[in-house]
């Protein structure tokens, strides 16, 4: 039978362990944790290689973006400057709000973004009066959008300041919430205002560039100091403007100092899917522009980028090829070992279990092969002296079988009517409990309890006893304490202990109405309901001072008449399924069982 699995936790607390598993353990201890060893080693060192190799690869490529993108945007303003100088040339920056120049500065405009398709999203002359012309890309319309037309007012107030203007970055609305921002430079003749050059200036080429170099899990992305989101790679979830101060690397940007130009690695861990995920990441500041690029990626990403995954692979390979190496080869040798201890373990369960036959092979090593032998002979010897217990015990038995027969006789001798009643009640009995499928143990007390149910009689006086006719109610109340006699008698033996029932309480009556005590229904046992009917059975179907026998199916439905009341209804269809099945017959006042 299997080892239950609570059994092999209590074995292990209790410090037993299978040989086996010690000679497994001890190979596996010599081969594989030395592997494991060097290889948590090396995975340490590769560990602290790659954070140095991707705090390399981030700040070089941090660094390169931020130089590009102080190049994009210085690009942007030395164009519109550009522009300026020829609205100068031309004489139309004097008034670009003169109808005449309108359409002059109108295609003068419209050349401006035709050259220039990705980046301008619309540029205007405005004059003192912030009027003048403009030109756009597509169906771009500044005024439909509330942030870029708050922009451009902030523009033209501080051009009047004689001030160049660049917006913080804005997520463009019409244009499915893509990055840009408004730069302005003013329109002076002799250094007098007379009006404004502004663009919208998408941020899609430096969005591509992100993207390029957002490979591999690394995401490069750019915040302003206030750690909002300016162009993300992933511009769905991160739109312009988006606060991104939750994550450590922004909150140190946030405080750094204005004006201060910085390169630096941090290690952090970001939450992504309510996971914590270890991260490394390198910012460097624009403060020209008062940006930070950011690049960062996850450990994990790193290691798999490195080929730190297929090296644990490979380990991991290595490491399981020679545990079970170790595994084979210590179960072979294990099992030379084990396999006579567990046949010996395996001999003494079953003598354990009285299987006293039982012997061991003996093979093995030698003192494993000497201790076979030994335990071979201990159980022949055990064998041999359990044959013998088991012989008295049967003699012992008989005798008590029969020390307990010859009393009952003894009790049904005192009174010629009843000769050979108990041994009758008892066969009743027992047909009776077999109907109602009670265990051998059972029925093999209530054949005692039978046999002896009456055994209180000897302390009845004979005069009661042996009278011919009906008993007066003082003589049946004499008669009526033969069954805590009986109980009183058998008591101090101890063998007899749960079989007092039966004697003490045959006579007991399910609606209440018997003695000794009135129990009813349940309260009365099984046993003394059983010996109740058989008793009464007896006496109905044998000659008795008082009455003739009985016919058996007479005495039968009389009995039946007192089920509910006397008898126990189950115990009663027990009897009659024994009578009708032919266990029970009778001639004239003979019983045959």
Known sequence: MPESFASKVQRLRAGR?????LVLGALLLVSALPIGLYHRQVLELSQEKLVDTERVQQSELTRSMADEINLFESNLTQQLISQRQILTLTGLIQD?????????????????????????????????TGKGSAAAQGNFRPEQDPFVSRAMQRAFFACEQALKFRSDPLALAQEDNRPAF?????????????????????????????????????????????????????????VPGTDMSASKIVEQIRSLPQDLRATATVSFTLKVKNREVEMIGTYSSMPELNWAVVAQRSLEDAREDAGVKELNR??????????LAAILVGYFFAVGISEPIRSLAASTRAISRGEFHQRTPVRGATEISELAETFNSMAGDIEEFIERL????????????????MLAAAIDEKDPYTRGHSG??????????????????????????????DVGKIGVDDRVLKKPGALTSEEFDLMKQHTVKGANIMRPVSQLKEMLPGIELHHEHIDGRGYPYGLQGPQIPIMARIIAVADTLDAMTTNRPYQSAMELDFALEKIKKLTGTRFDGAVVNALEASI????????AVEVQV
């Open 96 to 128: 670009v709000e003169d109808p005449p120049a309108q359409p002059k500065v109108s295609r003068l405009l419209e050349n401006f973004l035709a050259s220039n398709p990705n980046t301008f999203l619309y540029l205007t002359a405005v004059g003192r």
């Open 424 to 453: 009758r009640v008892a066969k009743y009995s027992l047909l009776i409990a077999q109907e109602l499928g009670l265990s051998p143990e059972e029925i093999d007390k209530l054949r005692i309890a039978a046999l002896l149910h």
């Open 314 to 323: 490979q380990a991991l390979a290595f490491v399981t090829v020679v545990i």
């Open 390 to 405: 088991k012989e008295a015990a049967e003699e012992n038995r008989e005798l008590f079988m029969g020390s307990i027969r």
């Open 182 to 238: 408004v730069i302005a430079v003013p329109l002076k003749v002799e250094d007098q205002f007379t009006g404004m050059l502004a663009a919208v200036v998408s941020l899609d080429p430096l969005l591509h560039r992100l993207q390029e170099t957002s490979v591999r899990g690394r995401t490069v992305f750019i915040v302003d100091r206030y750690g909002h989101a300016v162009a993300h790679p992933f511009s769905h979830d991160f």
């Open 17 to 21: 362990v299978r040989i086996l598993w």
């Open 580 to 587: 009708h099945s032919g266990k029970i017959r009778m001639t």
